[in-house]
């Protein structure tokens, strides 16, 4: 048997609990475990930045739309009215503003890069899912009209 990667969702204190389960409860453990999940205000700081590009406010529309159960990639770029060409670039500027912002090592998702400190992407017969974690998903709420405003008199680049 051989385990690649393993997602933990929980609290911390059931993170810790899990951990001596396997024998592994070391104080080490419980920095990662607090870092499961990204803190909001670096979250805020990843989308207020700078502004955000129509591409990414697009792929935040159709993710906070999508629900907690997520969006296929397919599903994703058909929603934002793009090719899935397109979302890989716009997923990938996504990351590179997430990796360029101050804080990512400290405040992000432990063990985590690029859009993965703010989705789980996940993969289901073949397909990748996109979801929003919580954090990501208030911030969203709390800004989502800008966006529709800011979307409206420009192109879809």
Do not use: C
């Not at 979250?43 to 792929?59: D, T, Y």
């Not at 058909?78 to 997923?91: A, C, D, N, P, V």
């Amino acid at each position: 048997m051989k385990v690649i990667e393993v997602t933990f969702e929980g609290t911390t204190e059931e993170y810790q609990g899990f951990l001596r389960l396997r024998g592994q409860g070391r104080e080490e453990d419980a920095s990662v475990a607090s870092r499961l999940a990204p803190d909001v205000e670096f979250v805020r700081k990843i989308i207020h930045r700078m502004a955000v590009p129509n591409g990414q406010s697009q792929l935040f529309r159709a993710l906070y739309e999508g629900g907690e159960q997520g969006l296929s990639r397919s599903e994703l770029a058909l929603r934002m009215g793009r090719t899935e060409e397109q979302l890989s670039g716009i997923l990938g500027g996504f990351g590179r503003r997430i990796q360029h912002t101050v804080g990512v090592q400290s405040l992000g998702r432990a063990g985590r890069s690029g859009v993965e400190h703010v989705l789980d992407v996940f993969k289901i017969g073949g397909q990748y899912y996109y979801r929003m974690l919580p954090e990501l998903r208030l911030v969203i709420g709390e800004v989502l009209s800008q966006f529709t405003e800011t979307q409206r008199g420009h192109s879809t680049e």
